[in-house]
């Protein structure tokens, strides 16, 4: 095979995913378009295509000695294109990580004079790096390209549960499960971010439906790696955290990306000894895979439904999930409440101590709202110094306790302006409240009993108050 040395823009052009690098990324990438130094130029690409591997942008798959030269190969995780760079085996060797690839980048050093190599027979043209599914080799057990090509199949689904049922489905037939099931992370759980529109469908087991201990998965979310545990019963570290009599294997994998946890996804199967090593592979291909999908659809929604100056849902998050959660309550039978609130005198606070103070101020106030609601309801910025929640399956009372922890915890709290003149400010709230079906019988009929109607009279009768529309009409 003939090589042909390419220029600076053509290896970086063919090799790096330009759309990927984080902001040191970018920065690395255009002093290396500058550059006159082939060593560095190279290194420098080594250097990239390492970072978007602990990325969770790219995944490594072979490191093979080929003429005398050692041959890394990548593979981009959205195209499933393949990236190949060969160095010379006189530096020294980079450590073998999974599948045979280097678990670290290699130094400067390790990758000076290194050429990339670009076939001539057939010609192809320096910015052409893919290599289709049919025609892939890599030295990752159980990767075939039958699975590489489900994975680029689920890759073009536009929702993300359609997408990772597509995965469930392939790893039923590739390796079998009796149980499939994924898990926030705790932190995942904890954000706003845990509990966007597309999220709610991807993680809809139970606790009922649950196979791994939670000191199993807290282990796999700090470490970072893929457990098995051939037969549950003879497990040392684990067994006594299991229910009693759950024999079967088990297979727990991180969904990990850019170094974040975002949850865990397990399989399990009532025979004991179910999986082997390329089993254990590839469970590990699709985590790896999956985690760049929710990732990538986690900013998408954070961008569109979290407010930037709060750091809570905003008004469109908050219009789906009201017009979400009616239509369940007619399903169910069950009964909503939603709160309106609105800070007392709020214009002064950006009037005299500016905008910026102000914006510190709703943060604050944002937190107060997270924290004093239950772990069911929807908290969100409606706009201005408005803020709304949404509490299912609640009765008028339970609706009327959270109003109360809200503005009490408001009234009693010393916000901080981050100004050396007026370091605190003090602050109350007005909340108009009403519920679904019992007071309402529409969406729109809802808002307006519990804003225009009952927040109305709680500024009317005085401010820093709780008005139920009920509370209205029996006077």
């Known amino acids: 095979m003939k090589k042909t040395k390419l220029s600076t823009f053509e290896v970086l052009d063919s090799l790096i995913p330009v759309g990927s690098l984080d902001r040191d990324g970018l920065a690395l990438y255009r002093s290396l378009a500058a550059s006159r130094d082939d060593s560095e130029v190279r290194a420098g690409v080594v250097r990239l295509l390492e970072d978007l591997c602990d990325a969770g942008r790219l995944a ?22 393949t990236i190949a760079i060969s160095l010379p085996r006189e530096a020294e060797e980079p450590a073998r990580g999974t599948g045979g690839a280097p678990d670290a980048a290699p130094t400067e050093t390790e990758t000076a004079g290194t050429e990339m190599e670009q076939a001539s027979e057939p010609p192809v043209e320096a910015t052409d790096r893919v290599e289709t599914p049919d025609r892939i080799e890599t030295t990752l057990p159980g990767i075939t390209p039958a699975i590489l090509e489900a994975v680029a199949a689920a890759s073009r689904r536009i929702d993300l549960a359609g997408a990772l049922d597509h995965l469930y489905d392939l790893l039923h037939e590739v390796v079998g499960y009796d149980k499939i099931a994924i898990y926030k992370s705790k932190g995942l759980s904890n954000s706003p971010a845990g509990v966007l529109t597309e999220l709610e469908e991807v993680y809809r087991w139970s606790e009922d439906d649950r196979v791994c201990p939670n000191v199993l998965k807290s282990r796999i979310e700090e470490e970072g790696h893929t457990v098995h545990l051939p037969n549950i019963p003879n497990s040392d570290r684990y067994a006594r955290y299991f229910p009693k009599g759950l024999g079967g294997s088990l297979l727990v994998a991180p969904l990990k990306a850019e170094g974040y946890v975002y949850g865990v996804l397990e399989l399990w199967r009532q025979l004991p000894d179910a999986y082997d090593q390329n089993d254990v592979a590839v469970v590990g291909f699709v985590s790896e895979f999956a985690s760049g999908l929710i990732k990538r659809r986690l900013e998408i ?5 979290v407010d930037h100056t709060s750091q809570i849902h905003n008004r469109r998050y908050f ?15 069950n009964s909503l409440a939603l709160l309106v609130a609105d800070l007392d005198d709020f214009k002064k606070v950006n009037d005299t101590l500016g905008h910026a103070a102000g914006d510190s101020v709703l943060r604050q106030v944002a937190r107060i ?104 009409q029996s006077h």
Not at 301 to 305: N, R, T, W
Not at 436 to 454: H, N, Q, V
């Open 60 to 81: 490594r798959l072979s490191r093979s000695e080929v003429d005398g030269e050692t041959r890394l190969r990548y593979r981009d995780l959205e195209s499933l294109d």
């Open 301 to 305: 929604e954070e961008l569109i439904f």
């Open 319 to 333: 219009d789906e999930q009201l017009t979400r959660e009616i239509a369940r309550c007619k399903r169910s039978n």
């Open 369 to 472: 709202f997270s924290e004093n609601a239950r772990q069911v309801d929807i908290v969100a910025r409606y706009g201005g110094e408005e803020f709304v929640v949404i509490l299912p399956d609640v009765t008028r009372e339970s609706a009327a306790a959270v109003a109360e922890r809200i503005r009490s915890a408001i009234e009693s709290h010393r916000f901080i302006t981050g100004l050396a003149d007026d370091p605190t400010r003090e602050l109350t709230i007005s909340i108009g409240g009403a519920l679904y079906p019992l007071d309402a019988e529409s969406r729109a009929d809802l808002i307006d009993k519990a804003d225009r109607l009952a927040l109305y009279e709680a500024k009317r009768a005085g401010k820093n108050r709780i008005v139920f529309w009920k509370d209205i």
